[in-house]
């Protein structure tokens, strides 16, 4: 990105020099002509774009890439659990752990030999090392405020039990410390083993990407598809018919419609904080399946559509509290904001994605409102 060699110091007062250099860099902004690369990525502007072949297709095409390879990679690897439940190939080679049942093993085996492999290299692929590290640093953004950990800890468990409760649902007792324990495992293994790395492909990658092209809840649901379809080969383990494949893509498509839209929301409102996103991915799991909290507290079997309603009433809730972070200009702040952390502003922000003069003016205000009069010394 073109800027000035001396780039100025923020203050309160912007002068008038301070906004005619600002217009000024605009127009010059405005003027350079558009980078070979797709507006859902993002590239180092200290890296030019002179990548040829394979890397710089994967570049200037980063989701499309991504799903490519991911599917590529993820069915082959799952599959090979899925055929050795059905007697297709040998077992032998499956761990035999207490709670390690097919199905985890297809996950984690999904997580690591696919989507977190392909996550890292098409991010390299299209931002170089400096879009790695900031991905990194995504993952473990935990300073987003008390009353962020609040929603997203306690936010759907609370709802759904009360969701539950109203339809009929009732308390069951439990012995408290061994159910806490056991809680507070499962929620660990979970989060550390799978939805972390998880969300770093999908909230960190696909789902931030899209958002730099489109709304937040065309976003959602652009995601939404691929993060359901991915899931489907976990349905082959077990006894299936046509009609219970038909009937598990569509319960996978509404439910992950819902769950991202919500996680689209936490995520724009704890400022991409990727940790956040999958502790609540997490929380939703822990909070719907029949080993969570809910499931273990509760008897009856309500608190399978009150744990939709919960997410409903949450991702309400968290957009009206985080409504002026949901548009397209603070997605395009943040993204400015966590790179010039990194000592650059991406090229692609000089393309399509803000190219309108408003934009600009957003994204490069906060870095001129100043005259040079009353720079501090460097």
Known sequence: MHTTKSPATRTDEPSEHSSHHAGSLTKDIASVPMAPTDAAGIKDSSHPITHGGLRGWVARRPVISFLVLLFTLAYPVMSVPVLAAHGVIPDGWMPRLPGLDTERIAAAMLVFLA???TTFLVTWAADGRPGVLRLVRRMFRWRIGARWWFIVLAGLPTLTMALALLLGDHLTPVDVLPFAITQTLGFLVNLLLINLWEETGWAGFVQTRLERRHSLPIA??????????IHMPLHFIGDFTLESLATALVTLLIVSILVRLLLGVVLRGTRDSI??????????NR?????????????????GLAGLLAVILLATTVAILARHRLNRAYRARLDATDIDRS????DSQQTADLSDVKAVEALVQPFTAVSPERRSPR
């Open 275 to 284: 940790l956040a996103v999958a502790v609540l991915h997490t929380v939703f």
């Open 343 to 346: 000592g650059s502003l991406p």
């Open 220 to 229: 959602a649901i652009l995601t939404a598809i691929p993060f359901a379809l």
């Open 287 to 303: 909070s719907n399946n029949d080993e969570g909290v809910v499931a273990g507290l509760l008897e009856g079997q309500a608190h």
């Open 115 to 117: 989507l977190l492999p």
